[in-house]
């Protein structure tokens, strides 16, 4: 079957391009798929925009569009174990993470079913009997989502679904890296009764197919979840056709434990924080800032635990984390222990890839402590976007706000204490999108996801991730209009 869908056809490139996408434990090829490039991308577009100009999906009435999301997310859940393979062959997660995805989408595709149908517009009292003010929510127009690798299927539904329940046409561009759970989400979307030529999908380059998409003045929004560099260029070409823009970027993520922490929940939260599918996660909590009097007893048995963690294949049960996603991001990941070590970090455990013979085939890369950091380090301002925990110690309150809001980024953050007061405190002064208060990681599809700073701009998730795939337009009537006599009395 192609893999790039076009005006609701699955077709190849016209070039006739293809890529082979390499499983990352072993390097083997998990399926070839097609490669497109701008020409592809511009008939992605011109479908989008007659299919949104037809009015093919946004003159449907909110509660058939509800209907159709709804069925996107049963269908999800009738092939969740196949989806669940389909990202681990393709990322190196585990099965059970991969699972875990695809019930977290399932509960958006609900979320936005739902908000579809309960956003009717509002009416604004304008002070005048004799008017009548409304302001209405329309779609944007043609959108291009354009996703990363290390959450495809995931990072691309929190797109589409609210980009769908909105009533927008749309280009999908995943990464080139991890595409097989998007093809399989546009097959559902399909299956699920969403008209042609209202989601499209062009695998390919970001250079080409992504830029082509992010220049295209038949394009009105652009939602992009990736790195800060392709972020701001991103930002910079859509200034061009002055297009919406919406960015998920990094983060370098501060998890702030106090002495009178739960010992047992934040060492265990404190691993899951930095070594989840391998660190390779934008909200991952990779700088532990732990108080001065807890700094010992914490880090020694944070090392001794992070040096059990069983790595492999993700699809075998006893696998606690996968490897990284690909042999490049490895390298990158590497390049980071050499930063760290010159900087004068004091490396703990890992900084290396492993032993085991049986992971050799594999971009696997051991997790990594380094103690003694301060905020001033690259290694602990800049995202290695992998299994690399830097330590930095603080002594009162007030050090540790300030040191958890020493980043140029500010997507997530966590505070473990058992002071209530206290915890308020530091998540108010927080300068992140999240705050998780003795805990770390969970999201809900009700509540806004995003970054301050260079973490973003815009918000995914909640009322706001629809709102961002809307505008705005108030409809001002004059129910009784009078000659003013301003001119020519
Ligand atoms: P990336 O920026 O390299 O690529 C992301 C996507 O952009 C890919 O599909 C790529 O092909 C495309 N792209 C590349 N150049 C482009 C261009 N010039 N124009 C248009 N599109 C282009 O990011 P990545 O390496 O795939 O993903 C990792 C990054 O994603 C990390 O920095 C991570 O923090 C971030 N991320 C953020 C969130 C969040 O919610 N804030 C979530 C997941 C990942």
Redesign the pocket.
Known sequence: MSTLFIDGRWVAASAGGTREVINPYDQSVVRTVDDGDALDARAAVASARAAFDGGHWSGWTARRRSGVLHRVAELLQRDRAEIARLETLDTGKTLVEGGIDVDDVTGVFRYYATQAESDPGRLVDAGDPSVRSRVLYEPVGVC?L??????PLL?MS?KVAPALAAGNTMVL??????PLTTVKLVELVEEAGVPPGVVNLVL????T???F??DSPEVDM?S????????R??MS?ASATVKKVA?????KNPNIVFADADFEAAIDYALLAVFFHAG????AGTRLVVADELHDRFVTELVARAERIRLGNGLDPDTESGPLVSAE?RDKVESYVEVGLNEGARLLTGGRRPDDEALRDGFFFLPTVFDECSSDMRVVQE?T?GPILTVERFTDTESAIALGNDTTYG?AAAVWTSDADRAERVARGLRHGTVWINDFGPYLPQAE???YKR??VGR?LGHAGLSEYQEAKHIYENTAPEPQRWFAR
């Open positions: 291009a354009i996703a990363p690798w290390n959450y990072q929190w561009k995943p990464s080139e890296t991890t390919g380059p970001g250079g197919v992504g830029s998409l992010v652009v992009f979840t990736g790195g800060l560099e392709t972020g260029a991103i070409a960015l998920e970027l990094g983060g390779q996660v934008c909200s991001h995202e976007f997507l996801w995003g970054g973490s973003g995914e």
